[in-house]
């Protein structure tokens, strides 16, 4: 823990107890208390400092852990949505509050990581870092050699106001080619598609960094090997 401490409500989201937006509620509730005097926005927690959510003694700080969770098609990437029928939340039976890095639409599928390390997700999320993200997309017609290289060398998407960096493209059969982007614009794939007339049928990411999807299956989770998290942590220039 940092020598001038931790704010209250990212100490608590930190050991899992609760997102930050809930610690706040909780700390206005007056149930958190910091070696038995009432938490209030804005406090620190210090190292030897004893943490109490009403009756509960908060712990310190858990492992770090990452999970390769594959998300599947109607799932929505959010903790709160009175409108989705599902949501990542009610697929995930962890011990550890844990929170994803790069979200998939709900009409896709395919590996999502998930962490209760905040350092690791925000470096994994870092646009600039160029992170590699590979994906198997299945279109609608068939595939040409133009559309194919016109996608490789970057597009314009106009309801973004954006043109996309060069990515590589794989052709795999007749509709099916892989992609490996390096940034992550909403919806990116399926509007660099459909700006050349192409609908996407299916999109599966079956790779985040050095992390595949493997034989994972639809719904289920693994926790990362020690291998993997090691070259995970180097790649995003981080130490565990």
């Known amino acids: 823990m940092p020598e001038d401490g931790i704010r209250i409500n990212k100490y608590l989201a930190s050991n899992g107890i609760c997102s930050r937006r809930d ?3 909780l700390i206005e509730q ?10 209030e926005a804005g406090d620190r927690v210090y190292p030897g400092d004893s943490v109490q959510v009403g009756k509960k003694l908060v712990a310190g700080k858990p492992k ?15 903790e709160r949505d009175k409108h ?10 962890y011990p550890v509050r844990v929170t994803y890095a790069g979200r998939l639409d709900k009409d896709s599928e395919g ?18 870092a160029g992170h590699e993200k590979e ?20 597009v314009y998407l106009k309801e973004l106001d954006r043109t996309t960096r060069p990515c590589r493209i ?10 490996i982007l390096t940034q992550g614009l909403n919806r990116q794939i399926r509007r660099m598609c459909e700006t050349f007339g192409y609908g996407v ?11 595949t999807l493997g034989n994972l299956q639809a719904g289920h989770f693994r926790e990362l090997s020690e291998e993997e998290l090691a070259e995970l942590y180097a790649r995003c220039g981080l130490h565990r």
């Open 170 to 179: 794989i052709r795999e059969g007749k509709f099916t080619f892989h992609i």
């Open 30 to 39: 007056g149930i958190v208390t910091i070696n038995a005097k009432k938490a």
């Open 64 to 78: 770090k852990v990452v999970l390769a969770f594959y998300k599947p098609v109607g799932v929505v990437c959010s």
């Open 201 to 211: 049928k299916h999109l599966k990411r079956i790779r985040v960094l050095n992390i």
């Open 135 to 154: 994906y198997v997309v299945k279109t609608d017609k068939e595939l040409t050699a133009d559309f194919l290289q016109k996608m490789e060398q970057g």
């Open 23 to 25: 610690a706040d509620k």
């Open 84 to 93: 989705a029928e599902k949501l990542l939340t009610d697929m995930i039976n």
């Open 111 to 128: 590996l999502l990581l998930l962490s209760n390390d905040g350092d690791l997700i925000q470096a994994m999320m870092k646009g600039s």
